[in-house]
């Protein structure tokens, strides 16, 4: 799989770190080891928004389903991609441009390993909460073994101003030379209107927060896809 999408990519470095660009292809995989971070919620967005380029495919990794279910919910008109288990993933590969991986939480080291060897990136996202955890340190030793695959880490559910927390573990992840999405996912009930209702948050009607909830998820995107 990884062999049909390598070569349609180019690898660059821009200010001496290791960066893509989108020629063609791409498999995004969305890991953590905490549960409960947002991966399920951010591989449906990013899908969401890579649909609107090239056919995309969500593919759930998870036990629970997750992703599978909140399609489910939606019906027919609910979310814009289509969803399939990883062992579905081989029938309906070749149809698909962009694939999105949304895993189970707390992958042993192989597997974290093994994720980022077998996609173009990893996306992990991180809710700040305390920093001076110990959760954290393991987590940062973890994105450190990763090297320079390509991987880096979105903030998610960060609190409102003024409150800091979002800040500092930015911070803490820069000072670590670990890459961290521009862009930062804030808390909004909205998403999990969205998850109840089975559609993108943007198709979230009651909710004055949802456009810019998908602001956020846009921009993330498009850093995936711009670089
Ligand atoms: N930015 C956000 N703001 C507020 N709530 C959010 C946000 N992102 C996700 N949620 C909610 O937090 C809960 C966990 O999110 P989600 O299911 O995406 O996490 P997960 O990492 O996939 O969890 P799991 O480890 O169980 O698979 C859900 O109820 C979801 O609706
Ligand atoms: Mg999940």
């Known amino acids: 799989m990884q062999h049909r999408h390598r070569n349609r990519f180019s690898y660059i470095y821009i200010g001496g770190n290791l960066d893509f660009r989108i020629d063609g292809y791409m498999i995004i995989t969305v890991t953590s080891y905490k549960g409960g971070v947002g991966k399920t919620t951010t591989a449906i967005h990013l899908a969401a928004y890579l649909q ?3 056919p995309t495919l969500l593919v759930d990794g998870d036990a629970i389903r997750s992703a599978t279910k909140w399609s489910k919910r939606g019906g027919d008109t609910g ?14 590969i070749r149809d698909f441009t962009h694939i999105i991986i949304d895993t189970e939480g707390n992958p042993t080291d192989d597997d974290f390993r093994d994720l980022a060897e077998n996609c173009d990136l990893l996306v992990i996202p991180a809710v ?8 954290l340190i393991h987590t940062l030793a973890k994105l ?5 695959k390509a991987h880096r880490v979105l903030l998610t559910m960060v609190p409102p101003k003024p409150r800091t927390e979002g800040q500092q573990l930015r911070d803490v992840l820069n ?10 996912i804030p808390r909004l009930a909205a998403f999990e ?11 979230v009607k009651d909710d004055r927060n ?16 711009h670089g």
């Open 144 to 148: 450190r073994s990763l090297g320079n």
């Open 175 to 184: 000072s670590e030379g670990i890459p961290v999405f521009a862009s930062k």
């Open 210 to 225: 949802a456009a810019r909830a998908w602001d956020a998820y846009e921009a993330a995107a498009k850093e995936v896809v």
């Open 52 to 54: 609107r380029l090239a």
């Open 128 to 135: 700040p909460e305390s920093v001076a955890t110990d959760g």
């Open 193 to 203: 209107k969205a998850a109840a209702e089975g559609v993108p948050v943007y198709a």
């Open 79 to 92: 979310l814009p991609f289509k969803v399939v288990t990883h062992a579905q993933m081989v029938n309906h």
